[in-house]
Structure formats: C-alpha cells, structure tokens
C-alpha cells in the first residue's frame, strides 16, 4: 500500500511543470536555472515524497501546505523526534525557505509541555546565532505568546530576537519587552 502511494506521489511529482508559465511537463527540470525559485506545488510534491520515503516519519498522516516556499506540516506524529524528523526532512527541500511543523504529537495534550518546548525552541534560536545574546534574554511563554525580556546591545540585536522568536513553530505572538543599552 504504501509503495503504491510512494509511486503515485512520484507521478504526480514527475507531472508537475518546473514553474508555474510552463505548460509541457517533459523536459521541465532542463528549463529551470539555478537560483530559480521552485513553485509552491513542486515543493509540497517533493516534501510529500521524502516524508513517504523515510520509514521513520508518518509520510500518509502528514498534510503538507506551501505557500511562498514556507512549508507548513500538519498531522499527528507518534513522538517528539518523529515530528522533528519531518521538519528535517522538510528543511532539506530545495526551494524550501522555512518550516512551519504545526504537527501535533500523540497524547500531549498540555500547554504546559507546549509552552515549555517553545520556551525551549526560542532559547536555542537566540543561542545559536552569535549576534544575539541569549544568555541576557529571558523568554517566557503562554499560551503560545512569548515574552523577551533583557537587555539587548542594539536595535538590531533587538530586532533579530524578536524575528528568531517569530519562527519558531507554535508562536502565536512575540512581546519583545528587550531594552537597547
């Protein structure tokens, strides 16, 4: 069964023209030029297959949108790691500029455990770019709504916490409450 729709996703796939003005299918891959953006449906296509390729990830309960090459992942996932997989394998798409994994994972049902992973998720943002300074940042989450508070050294620092915070999957909104010093 799953075979079948792995083939079928290809088809689909190996179908779709390589941007939006073509109109014959064959020969697609040889029009598009590096640096070319890839449409929205080639990249839902080419995400739809990876996900149904990796035997570690739900490829038939995953829903793929893309929009702008944001991809956004909706579902159910039977674990943490099963979920983070698919934003990887998601990630790993050309023409893929960010994902959104919306996937819910199985039995977590607390807002508790969702605002501590956000809270989580936002810190290792912040530490893994070394123009913000994660370490004088506080981050507080609720409901999905994160708190930054702190010192940041500059307007931009700011700035580029307050975006980092942004997209990290389940913010519904960002105070940034950081003083410049």
Do not use: C, H
Request: glycine residues 6%.
């Amino acid at each position: 069964m799953k075979t079948m729709l792995l083939l079928s996703t290809l088809a689909v796939f190996a179908a779709l023209p390589a941007r939006a003005d073509d109109k014959a299918s064959y020969g697609a891959e040889e029009r598009i030029e590096k640096g070319m953006r890839r449409p929205d449906a080639w990249i839902t296509a080419k995400v739809k297959s990876a996900l149904m390729y990796q035997p570690s990830v739900s490829g038939l309960g995953t829903n793929v949108d893309t929009k702008n090459g944001v991809v956004t992942l909706r579902g159910e996932a039977e674990n943490e790691a099963q979920k983070d997989l698919a934003t990887e394998y998601a990630s790993a798409i050309e023409g893929v500029k960010r994902v959104n994994n919306m996937m819910t994972v199985k039995g977590e049902k607390s807002s508790f455990i969702d605002d501590a992973a956000i809270t989580a998720r936002v810190k290792s943002a912040l530490l893994s770019r070394s123009s913000t300074s994660a370490f004088q940042t506080g981050v507080e989450t609720r409901d999905g709504v994160v708190t930054l508070s702190g010192r940041a050294a500059n307007e931009a620092e700011k700035e580029l916490a307050e975006r980092l915070a942004r997209d990290v999957s389940g913010v519904k909104e960002v105070r940034n409450n950081l003083t410049v010093r």
